[in-house]
């Protein structure tokens, strides 16, 4: 009986410790999202001011090559 006892608590520790720190491991998760997430966010935001920059330039050589046409003409 004593062996019974003991081999369902030896069960129930080995249960207990592989599941253990579940919930550190998804506020872990979760700031890791949060994370990437604003990495994410801010490559775009990146990627937007590039493209507005670069469709700055181009109509600002537009402007110039037009300019500089209809003085030629």
């Not at 207990?16 to 700031?31: L, R, V």
């Not at 994410?40 to 493209?51: C, F, L, R, S, T």
């Not at 920059?53 to 003409?73: G, I, K």
């Amino acid at each position: 009986m004593k062996k019974l006892v003991l081999m369902f608590v030896a069960i129930a520790a080995v249960s207990f410790a592989s599941c253990g720190n579940k919930a550190a491991d998804a506020a872990k998760a979760q700031q890791d999202s949060i994370r990437i997430a604003d990495s994410i966010a801010a490559v775009e935001a990146a990627a937007a001011e590039a493209e507005q920059a670069a469709a700055q330039a181009a109509d600002s050589l537009n402007a110039d090559s037009t300019a500089t046409e209809a003085v030629a003409e």
